[in-house]
């Protein structure tokens, strides 16, 4: 059977079951070899109750004390019930499962396997899975087991039934299209052998060598990718001339602050770029507060002295007006007309402005993926800035650059990552990098502690919010998950409404609300009208609040450090003393290394080194970090070793183009050319 054939082919899945696949991407049957387990399980043995402790994973068998009992909280329902062996008795409660007050019986004996902890000042299993009599089978046959991503309808044992269905019609059948040279070059595994052991590990040495040859692979093609947009991309020469450069110099003088060092190197290259012989392609990166907006505004401003139009596209409404509001500052004393578009205006607004573009009445459009709608037609676009790039894809960003004819591009992204790592990823751009921050700006005050420690910094948020500041309180989840005890953006908010004093004014924001209510949240939070705002990480990026001087992190070993630096950039924006609380219960070395990490440094680009330093190929059996959106197993922190090594080759191939016409490269030159057909475009650069 073809690998291209869909998975409707294999016994099992009919229309009704494969369209749940399609929702997971999966429609052939490579797509299901090809979907990877995003963590393991170690096989477990029976436990005793008596031996249970908190964060361990445990298998137990036992007798149902009682009926379960089911209760609501909040948007949440508990169903829970005790459980007892001949050593003791433990609770076992599931979230959202009300099925199971019918299916479980007093008396009955069951075995489940799961998580313990302590939730509710009490020790319990949360949401643990009642194994049946296959189950147990499974689990005692495997050492290591595959845990796969999910969605809803679609079980582990319902994707494992299909996977292994697949990899009989396999088989050992799939040519291998990286060259045996290469393979015994770099020691790879054939790709018929990693595929079979990253979905049946024998050991976790032949995982590891069974991830290493896949991720591999995956970054190989990214490279490689990469590199032959860039070589096969047409130099435009420069259409524009910029010779009036009197507001620009005027503003440049009279700025209430001296641009940096730093600053100052990368507005020279752009200016450079501006005027040289080919067409702008360039990538700033800054660190949160390292002063972007100005360097940007100072090029926008040269490009509308000079009778061109410049636009600017950020990834949120919220970003958007903060970039108005701050680009209209520094062009207060200039004849330089601004227009914000934005996808919450009515049609006839956007109808208005799109008339005053075209007819090159608006010299500044500032807006979200709105500004690449159809209807936008500029009369003379000269420069084109994205900000926070890493929100864009290839794509979007051609597509904004097609407005004009030929325009200059300028990305802006305030994620730092090491030089040596932004010079692979961003392999069709020229980089620059703001790498320090203005002089006076206040340290934000960091500290690193436990979940015993939290009344106290309740207290704290509480003096203040009295002194009349804002408070962000950001938390790893929505709303409370079966599959972990990991504080939530709901529950929490209702908790500290009944916690905190009544004037103190609270609400959430979360990425799951309609757009229209998100923006008001936030604008309600910006214009002082909350005092606290309970978030997940879509405040990560552009939120700008001077009067917000508290960032409180709760389970703040599940971000990633680069991530944290980010949150914490929220505060500190103004002229008061800011502080950064990140409250962690974790008990492991490299936990403890990465809060200490964050409460000694706030050098985002020093920090995401060490982030690479520590992390290696992370926790093999713990909850993985995504990887970029092309990426199915490899993770570019992770495997940055994996990358450099994959550079390398794709390297040394885009050099020797010839040898892709050599017989031993015929399947990956077919390969690449699928790869290249499928995925370049939405690489999100």
Request: charged content about 25%; hydrophobic content about 40%.
């Amino acid at each position: 059977m073809e690998m291209s054939q869909p998975i409707t082919e294999l016994s099992g899945i009919g229309k009704k079951k494969a369209q749940l696949f399609n929702k997971i991407g999966i429609t052939s049957l490579m797509d299901l070899v090809t979907y990877y387990p995003t963590t393991y399980e170690k096989g477990i043995d029976f436990s005793k109750i008596q031996d249970i402790k908190p964060n361990g994973r445990y298998l137990i068998q036992g007798e149902i004390l009682l009926a379960p009992v089911s209760k609501r909280a909040g948007h949440i329902t508990l169903t829970s019930i005790r459980l007892k062996d001949d050593t003791g008795e433990i609770s076992l409660t599931w979230f959202n499962q009300l099925y199971l007050q019918k299916q479980l019986k007093e008396g009955e004996t069951i075995t489940v396997m799961g998580k313990a902890s302590y939730k509710y000042e009490k020790l319990q299993l949360t949401s643990p899975k009642i194994l049946t009599k296959s189950d147990l089978e499974y689990y005692e046959d495997k050492g290591i087991i595959p845990i796969y991503p999910l969605t809803k309808g679609l079980s582990q044992k319902a994707i494992r039934l299909a996977v292994a269905s697949a990899m009989d019609v396999v088989n050992n059948t799939i040519e291998d299209h990286i060259p045996a040279s290469m393979r015994e070059t770099y020691e790879l595994e054939t790709f018929n052998d990693a595929i079979f052991q990253v979905h049946y590990p024998k050991n976790e040495i032949a995982l590891n060598h069974a991830r290493k040859r896949l991720i591999f692979d995956e970054f190989l093609f990214f490279q490689l990718g990469l590199m032959m947009l860039k070589e096969d991309q047409v130099k435009i020469k420069n259409q524009y001339t910029f010779t009036n450069c009197k507001w620009y110099e005027d503003t440049l003088e009279k700025l209430p602050f001296t641009l940096t060092r730093a600053q100052g190197s990368v507005l020279e290259e752009i200016i450079k770029d501006m005027n040289g012989l080919y067409n702008m392609n360039r990538l700033v990166q800054g660190d949160v507060g390292s002063g972007k907006t100005v360097v940007a505004a100072l090029a926008i401003i040269l490009a509308v002295e000079n009778g061109y139009q410049s636009v600017l596209m950020a990834p949120t409404e919220v970003l958007a007006k903060q970039h108005l509001y701050s680009l209209e500052e520094i062009f207060l004393d200039l004849d330089l007309r601004v227009g914000l578009l934005v996808g919450s205006m009515t049609k006839k607004e956007k109808m208005d402005l799109y008339q005053k573009i075209e007819a090159g009445l608006i010299d500044v459009v500032i807006g979200t993926h709105a500004v690449i709608q159809e209807g936008v037609v500029f009369k003379d676009l000269a420069l084109v800035i994205t900000d926070e790039q890493h929100r864009f894809g290839v794509l979007q960003r051609e597509m904004l650059a097609g407005k004009g004819h030929y325009p200059h591009v300028l990305v802006m992204s305030g994620t730092p990552i090491p030089r040596t790592l932004g010079l692979i990823l961003y392999g069709d751009m020229d980089v620059s990098v703001i790498d320090e921050l203005p002089p006076g700006r206040k340290s934000i005050e960091t500290f690193s502690v436990n979940a015993s420690y939290r009344k106290r910094v309740h207290a704290f948020i509480v003096k203040e919010i009295e002194a009349g500041r804002q408070c962000y309180i950001v938390c790893p989840m929505v709303e409370e998950n079966e599959e972990n005890d990991l504080i939530d953006v709901i529950s929490y908010t209702e908790k500290l409404k009944i916690e905190l004093p009544p004037h103190v004014r609270i609400d959430y924001l979360h990425g799951q609300m309609r757009p229209k209510i998100k923006n008001e949240t936030m604008e309600r939070f910006t214009r002082g009208e909350l005092d606290i705002l309970v978030s997940t990480t879509v405040i990560e990026v552009g939120i700008n609040v001077p009067n917000a001087s508290l960032m409180i992190i709760e389970d703040a070993q599940r971000f990633g450090l680069a991530q944290l630096h980010q949150l914490r950039g929220r505060v500190g924006r103004g002229g008061n003393q800011s502080y950064c609380i990140l409250i962690s219960d974790t008990k492991s070395a490299l936990g403890k290394k990465r809060m200490a990490i964050m409460t000694e440094s706030q050098d985002g680009f020093y920090i995401a080194q060490k982030d690479l330093e520590i992390r290696g190929h992370g926790d093999l059996l713990g909850l993985r970090q995504s990887g970029m959106p092309m990426f199915k197993i490899a993770n570019i922190v992770e495997d940055i070793e994996i990358l450099k090594q994959a550079n390398i080759v794709a390297k040394t191939i885009s050099e020797k183009r010839d040898i892709l016409q050599e017989a031993t490269y015929e399947r990956f030159r077919n390969k690449l050319e699928d790869y290249m057909e499928t995925n370049m475009s939405y690489i999100a650069l």
